[in-house]
């Protein structure tokens, strides 16, 4: 089964609204981390968190990591038509050195 | 622009032909990646190699072979592949493997987008 699933699948907003992607998983994660894939791209690393709880900032991007570090979110706020495209979570199962992406969620953000 | 290379691209073959994508990193990485993207599944962890050794195969059919030669290239053979391998194909790099270094942030090479008629 899906070690890390990721909701929603898609997402489409008005520009200027906010967006939430949401990633869980039913093992504790040793860290997790945030890519982002533009259409016709590849994943491009955005950020991980490694701490319990962590929360980071990356301009209008706000990431957290759950208490028990098996969940996980990627707000955005305001979103801009740069944002389009599909962020994918994606965590090491802690103690199996195994490393899972989550199914992502794909953005459209309308003008 | 990412330090991680891939060729060809694009790749259009027959399911008796049998051909080799190539993955090469410039980032002084010790681990390599291959995965395999497609509608179905986004993104599937098929093969890992950590300092030239391979260290997870996720049950990947015996059509897709993987070779390292050393630990900036690394290359996937094809033979007799179906319809339904084709995918987009990524290879990635990260400094290591290791959950307990928090070091495996990976950086993706462009891709080659695989067509198997």
């Known amino acids: 089964g899906q070690q890390v699933m990721q909701i929603p699948q898609y997402q489409h907003v008005q520009e200027g609204e906010d967006f939430t992607t949401y990633c869980n998983s039913s093992?504790?994660?040793?860290?997790i981390q945030w890519y982002k894939q533009r259409p016709g791209g590849h994943p491009v690393f955005l950020i991980q968190?490694?701490?319990?709880?962590e929360v980071k900032k990356q301009k209008r991007l706000t990431f957290q990591f759950g208490e028990a570090k098996k969940n996980s979110s990627l707000h955005i706020t305001a979103t801009q038509t740069t944002d389009v495209g599909t962020y994918f979570c994606a965590g090491t199962l802690y103690n199996f050195n195994k490393f899972y992406f989550g199914s992502g969620t794909k953005l459209n953000v309308k003008p | 622009e990412t330090g991680v290379t891939q060729t060809p691209r694009h790749l259009v073959m027959g399911m008796t032909n049998k051909k080799s994508l190539k993955c090469e990193q410039h980032?002084?990485?010790?681990?390599m990646y291959w995965y395999k993207q497609s509608a179905k599944k986004p993104l599937e962890l098929m093969f890992v190699?950590?300092?030239?050794?391979?260290?997870e195969n996720n049950s990947v059919p015996s059509r897709f072979s993987p070779e390292c030669p050393n630990s900036s290239h690394l290359f996937l053979h094809l033979h007799t592949l179906q319809p339904e391998d084709s995918a987009l194909y990524l290879c990635?790099?990260?400094?290591?493997?290791?959950?307990?270094?928090?070091?495996?942030?990976?950086?993706f090479g462009p891709g080659t987008r695989l067509t198997v008629l």
């Open positions: 093992t504790t994660l040793s860290n």
């Open positions: 190699y950590s300092l030239e050794e391979r260290v």
């Open positions: 990635a790099s990260s400094q290591d493997t290791g959950w307990a270094s928090g070091d495996n942030e990976q950086f």
């Open positions: 968190l490694v701490k319990s709880g």
């Open positions: 980032l002084g990485h010790n681990a």
